[in-house]
């Protein structure tokens, strides 16, 4: 009989757990519209320099770039990380491919570059290649100064909430 | 309710201890205990499905009996919204709280808040836990797709996520919420 008593415990625990086990999955369901269509992992984030050999109070422009294969790309987010101690990081300048920059976030206390671009509701063009936003630089100290995508942060994203990026790609400065 | 519990249970001791036919009765009182036990146990788990953030209840009442007296932040996320600490009674829309700022509270009493002073940013649709691009493409699929209530879309879809301010379709206006809130700041507190 305790057995039994234990077993109908059992059951409960079992069944209420599976209910909130369903809860957190619905919560977590992917949005699906229904002309739904797969896209490849095919777009790159990468860093464009000028020069990679700088000097002490150098400045040079940091292109962020977008490349992806004809898609229509949504929006683009990005953290990029650098070491505020060797560089410095003026205001972004937005690239011409999106239209809206909710977000560019320049954080010289964390060494953090945090950029939001989405295209507008009313556009559709297909991206190739594009520059994404231009990070001023000015190189404050000697030493290698490594400019790093926090993978878990930067998204390329396309037709309902796709991601469809592929790689991205850092870059280090030498300083002498 | 402890007392009461503890009186009924030496009471049931004694009744034992006198009786003669213990297996048999003790016996029956733990088969009605478990049936009783499951069936509650459903009850409750039914009470659990029902009690989904879909209602959007205006007022909520939630019970702690068993916390200790101390000061507490309260979190609340919407089912397509940021996480907002609370800090305060009352919290206006740009307070900041504070380090160690939170509400004192203890068990077993009863407290009502006011926290409709600080409304939920909309955008966490895939309640990530920050707002994002992600968000955006399946808002913007969501409303190129014409996602009205009842549609494919929208009912079954999900993109009655993506409806901000409950409208029955998703359209400019869940949008302007939207950039509202990656205009401030898109994550979770």
Known sequence: ?176 | MIMKEQKSSSRQKTSLLKSPRLPFFSGLYFSFLSLFLFFAGLFLTRKTIIKTPETYPQQQQNTLQSIPAKTYVIKIKGPSHRQIVFCQDRQTQDYACQRGEGISIEGGRSYDFDFSGRLLSFGDIDQNGSVGVTDWSLLLACRNEDAKKGSEAYEQGGCKRADANFDGEVNNFDIDLFQRTLSNYPDDE
């Open chain 1, 1 to 176: 009989m305790t057995g039994m008593a234990l077993a109908g415990l059992v059951v409960i625990r079992n069944k209420t757990e599976e209910r909130l086990a369903e809860l957190e999955e619905e919560a977590k369901k992917a949005v699906v519209v229904p002309d739904y269509q797969k896209l490849a992992r095919n777009s790159l984030l990468y860093l464009k320099s000028e020069k990679e050999n700088l000097t002490v109070g150098e400045m040079i422009n940091l292109e962020v770039m977008i490349q992806s294969k004809g898609e229509t790309v949504d929006g683009v987010e990005f953290v990029l990380a650098y070491n505020p101690e060797l560089i410095n990081i003026g205001e972004p300048i937005p690239g011409a491919f999106f239209s809206l920059y909710p977000l560019m976030e320049v954080n010289p206390d964390k060494g953090t570059v945090r950029i939001i671009a989405l295209r507008s509701p009313d556009e559709s063009n297909s991206l190739n290649e594009a520059v994404l936003v231009t990070l001023p630089v000015s190189v404050l100290k000697k030493g290698r100064g490594e400019f790093k995508f926090d993978r878990e942060k930067s998204h390329i994203v396309a037709y309902a909430g796709q991601e469809i990026l592929q790689d991205l790609g850092s870059l280090t400065l030498s300083i002498d």
